[in-house]
């Protein structure tokens, strides 16, 4: 026997024809049942908005951070080395031995 659908495997036995058979407080409770699963849907949509939001100024944040960081190396690499303590002195010794 083929289902309702002609799908030759599934039988239609054990399907609800009769929309008469639920009676109202079985309605009820899959209401019941929907809302709350609605429910517990936004309140998971509300979670990931709040998730998705903080991740977004996480992220903007460390583009920040590495644009100062990029703009730090490059502002050193355009100086001259900082000068050494020994080589002003050795500088100074030479100069009074010439003397």
């Known amino acids: 026997m083929s289902g309702p659908n002609g799908d030759p495997?599934?039988?239609?036995?054990?399907i609800i024809e009769d929309?008469?058979?639920f009676n109202e407080e079985?309605?009820?409770a899959i209401?019941?049942?929907?809302d709350q699963i609605n429910s517990?849907?936004?309140d998971i949509e509300e979670r990931n908005d709040a998730l998705n939001g903080k991740l977004q100024e996480?992220?903007?944040?460390n583009r920040a951070a590495r644009r100062d960081f990029r703009q730090q190396i490059t502002d050193h690499a355009d100086l001259?080395?900082?000068a050494n303590d020994d080589d002003e002195d050795e500088q100074s010794r030479d100069a009074q031995k010439k003397d």
């Open 9 to 14: 495997d599934i039988s239609a036995e054990g």
């Open 19 to 21: 929309e008469d058979e």
């Open 26 to 28: 079985e309605y009820a």
């Open 31 to 34: 209401d019941s049942m929907l």
């Open 40 to 42: 517990c849907l936004d």
């Open 58 to 61: 996480l992220l903007e944040s």
């Open 80 to 82: 001259p080395p900082p």
